[in-house]
């Protein structure tokens, strides 16, 4: 594992509200308490996976570290600076080394610019290089990607999802980032070009040395890149730990009946099944007390009251649970 103990980015008490418009009707305007009071730390070199439900809140924690997004409170801190006071400028440098992969190589990929241009644009915008070389800099760029240079004068329509998704991530990596926010980068694609892409993403963390945070509702997906895992519930994070604690030692009642849910080849290794009750309270009114209350069997008076805050059970793992006090 390629971690290291230097934090790269601190999320500190960070909350994103969407203020829903009013309708024709005049109804009143809603809150969506999409990222709720979010505290993590990732670290220099390490794959950081952050999985939960649809609806969760990855996508727009993802997007407000990258300041894609601004916070409704709290602090983004990159290398221990505050990024989330940047003026614009600043920002536009910062984001040279933070950049987003992220699901769907349709809606992300301009139909009219060939591969060339797509994946000379970042460079063209942040002024870098000659012309020549910045061409020489997509040449690399795609061989990286496994992306023969010959297919450099086409456009994306003429390719298949797999490709168009090496293209995305080629364009994302032309500027040569420390951190990128993996958005679902698979989610898309047909399963049997998963694993290629998969290991195209692990590959490319070790040649750039990257940190990710890799975002998706897939477990299995998670598993397979992650060194830690994060576990979010109604725009919380509920548990993280190493993968190897999560996986075998689960703590908290939702990471457990997530893990439950997934189906497991070797007979043997089966474990109950923990069905999970009712459905997902909305992020626009959720339950007082612990968020996931109201679907826990192991519920309690203070759960009901009180919402339990992340803390550490030992060497780093975090849970969100009355019932996992130490
Ligand atoms: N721009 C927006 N305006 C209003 N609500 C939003 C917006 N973006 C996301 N949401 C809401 O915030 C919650 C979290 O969404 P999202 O971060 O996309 O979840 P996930 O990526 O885990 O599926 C959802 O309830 C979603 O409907
Ligand atoms: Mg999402």
């Keep these: ?27 009143p305007q809603k809150i969506v308490h999409a990222v709720d009071n979010v505290n993590l730390k990732i670290y220099e070199g390490e794959t950081i996976g952050v999985v939960g439900e649809s609806g969760c809140g990855k996508s727009t924690l993802g997007r407000t570290i990258l300041q ?20 614009k400028e600043e920002m536009r440098q910062m984001r040279r080394k933070m950049q987003l992969i992220f699901q769907d190589p349709y809606a992300s990929l301009n139909p009219r610019m060939t591969v060339l241009e797509l994946i000379k644009a970042p460079l063209d915008a942040y ?10 800099k997509v040449k690399e760029i795609m061989e990286l990607v496994g992306m023969p240079e010959n297919m450099m004068n086409r456009y994306p329509h003429e390719f298949s999802g797999g ?19 993996c958005d679902e980068p698979v989610s ?16 490319l963390k070790k040649t750039k040395k990257l940190t990710y945070l890799f975002i998706s509702h897939d477990l299995s997906v998670v598993k397979y890149v992650s060194d830690r895992i994060a576990v979010m519930y109604l725009g919380k994070i509920v548990e993280v730990a ?5 996986y075998n030692h689960p703590q908290h009642p939702y990471t457990k009946a997530l893990l439950s849910a997934i189906p497991i080849p070797d007979v043997d290794k089966k474990m109950k099944r923990e069905i999970l009750a009712g459905d997902v309270p909305s992020p626009l009114n959720p339950p007082k007390g612990c ?3 109201t679907r826990c069997k192991y519920a309690s008076d203070i759960c009901k009251q009180k919402c339990p805050l992340l803390h550490d059970i030992g060497n780093g793992h975090l849970v969100a649970c009355h019932l996992c006090d130490k």
């Design 242 to 246: 190493t993968k190897d604690d999560l």
């Design 291 to 293: 968020y996931f209350n």
């Design 188 to 203: 898309a694609l047909d399963v049997s070009v998963r694993a290629q892409v998969l290991n195209l993403i692990q590959d």
């Design 1 to 27: 594992m390629a971690q290291s103990n230097n934090v790269l980015v601190e999320v500190k008490d960070v909350k994103k509200e969407f203020v829903t418009s009013k309708s024709l009707l005049g109804k």
């Design 163 to 181: 490709q168009r998704q090496r293209i995305v991530i080629a364009r994302a990596l032309v500027l040569d980032p420390e951190f990128v926010v």
């Design 68 to 87: 894609l997004i601004t916070p409704t409170e709290g602090q983004i801190l990159y290398k221990g600076e505050d990024i989330t006071g940047l003026r």
């Design 127 to 136: 002024k870098i290089g000659t012309e020549k070389e910045r061409i020489q």
